[in-house]
């Protein structure tokens, strides 16, 4: 039962910072892709570049690393318990 809880609860605690990370990270490319069409005076309209600039960040390898947010964390739990437990 204890260790249910602890699957459960650390699913939680880790979406919500997965989704804290990545609402971050989306801001914070928002704000260089408009920074450089700022900067450059950037083809076309400024919201239909930061469009295409945040498509291409959805595909990027960065989102996928924020994925890490929940494979990390079950790792080190997962090897805590092997090390406590068999060795």
Known sequence: M?????????????TVVYI???????ARRREKLEAA????GGP????????RG????D???RRKLILGVYV???L?????IYFTNFA
């Open 2 to 14: 204890a260790l249910a809880r602890l699957v459960v609860i650390g699913f939680v605690v880790l």
């Open 20 to 26: 804290c990370l990545s609402f971050y990270s989306r």
């Open 37 to 40: 069409w700022d900067d450059d």
């Open 44 to 51: 076309g309209a400024r919201a239909e570049f930061v469009r």
């Open 54 to 57: 945040l498509e291409d960040y």
């Open 59 to 61: 595909g990027s390898l």
């Open 72 to 74: 990390v964390p079950t």
């Open 76 to 80: 080190v739990v997962a090897l805590i």
